[in-house]
């Protein structure tokens, strides 16, 4: 009896198991993305300290990424609970 379950089951469980796969590289994706925005913010950070960057420039530069990371946030996509 199990054996016929699994069989009707199948289909079902890998379209889950695809939708799964593609929700979990979509969160790995976004989460790089909000790192690698954060990364640029430190590496701005560092410009300012040392003179390579004027402050208009830094302040201009530094409202892009925070903006980006803002609209990655609202998306809700990066949540307290990544990871599952």
């Known amino acids: 009896m199990f054996i016929v379950d699994d069989i009707l089951l199948f289909p079902a469980r890998s379209i889950l ?20 925005l954060t990364t640029q913010l430190s590496g701005l ?3 300012l300290e ?4 004027t402050e208009a420039e830094f ?3 530094e409202k892009e990424l925070l903006d980006r ?8 996509t990066l949540s307290e609970d990544d990871g599952e």
């Open 69 to 76: 990371l803002d609209a990655i946030e609202a998306r809700g």
């Open 59 to 61: 302040d201009q530069r």
């Open 17 to 36: 198991w695809i939708f799964r796969e593609l929700y979990n590289a979509t969160q790995e994706e976004i989460t790089n993305e909000a790192e690698a």
């Open 45 to 47: 950070y560092m410009a």
């Open 50 to 53: 040392t003179g390579r960057m």
